[in-house]
T-cell receptor, first 116, second 118 residues
Framework: GAGVSQSPSNKVTEKGKDVELRCDPI?????LYWYRQSLGQGLEFLIY????????KSGLPSDRFSAERTGGSVSTLTIQRTQQEDSAVYLC??????????????FGPGTRLTVT | AQTVTQSQPEMSVQEAETVTLSCTYD???????LFWYKQPPSRQMILVIR??????QNATENRFSVNFQKAAKSFSLKISDSQLGDTAMYFC???????????????FGTGTSLTVIP
């Protein structure tokens, strides 16, 4: 079956521009996570969505970052006024509801963002 | 707060040999899960193996096995009969169960880059 997909695969943008990153989770997965992976670092949690509940935004690094999830499915991560330190791979993961016996997160291939 | 430490940034192993990747974590939780994920150059994170903290038996998946020492908060990954396709970044992850709107919280280590040498 189809896995988690993300677009674009790579994005190069100029400092100060806004970017939108998209994530399509696996059908039926109500939980969706965004992570940031900087060079040589582990995964940094950004934001979590569970169904139609209000998202947990505790990991967003600044108010330039925002995310939404329409209809409980597709999610977009928006970075406004990009800075060079925003350059990283942005990974999306989805999983079954948190009360499911399966806790595995399924990851997308990521979007590599480069801010010049 | 939970922390996950992988103290080996890079490792290499000869093809067909065995290698062990280390991972330690710090938590005050009693009920949690531990994972090893593999990230090849394609960037696709793939689950390698999962361990429930309440289970004493070490998880095994084909050539992959773990040594879970709960008291020592250690969770190492052993890869037997290493293959060229095992070359990847390996991440250890800790998951804290939560039934609130914060969801199950995952904490990742900084990764170990494994190279399998032909």
């Amino acid at each position: 079956g189809a896995g988690v997909s993300q677009s674009p695969s790579n994005k190069v943008t100029e400092k100060g521009k806004d970017v939108e990153l998209r994530c399509d989770p696996i059908s039926g997965h109500t939980a969706l996570y965004w992570y940031r992976q900087s060079l040589g670092q582990g995964l940094e949690f950004l934001i979590y969505f569970q169904g139609n509940s209000a998202p947990d935004k505790s990991g967003l690094p600044s108010d330039r970052f925002s995310a939404e999830r329409t209809g409980g499915s597709v999610s977009t991560l928006t970075i406004q006024r990009t800075q060079q330190e925003d350059s990283a791979v942005y990974l999306c993961a989805s999983s079954l509801p948190t009360d499911s016996p399966s806790y595995e997160q399924y990851f997308g291939p990521g979007t590599r963002l480069t801010v010049t | 707060a939970q922390t996950v430490t992988q103290s080996q940034p890079e490792m290499s192993v000869q093809e067909a040999e065995t290698v062990t990747l280390s991972c330690t974590y710090d938590t005050s939780e009693s009920n949690y899960y531990l994972f090893w994920y593999k990230q090849p150059p394609s960037r696709q994170m793939i689950l390698v193996i999962r361990q429930e903290a309440y289970k004493q038996q070490n998880a095994t998946e084909n050539r992959f096995s773990v040594n879970f020492q709960k008291a020592a908060k250690s969770f190492s990954l052993k890869i037997s009969d290493s293959q060229l396709g095992d070359t990847a970044m390996y991440f250890c992850a800790f998951m804290k169960l939560s039934y609130s709107n914060t969801g199950n919280q995952f904490y990742f280590g900084t990764g170990t880059s494994l190279t399998v040498i032909p």
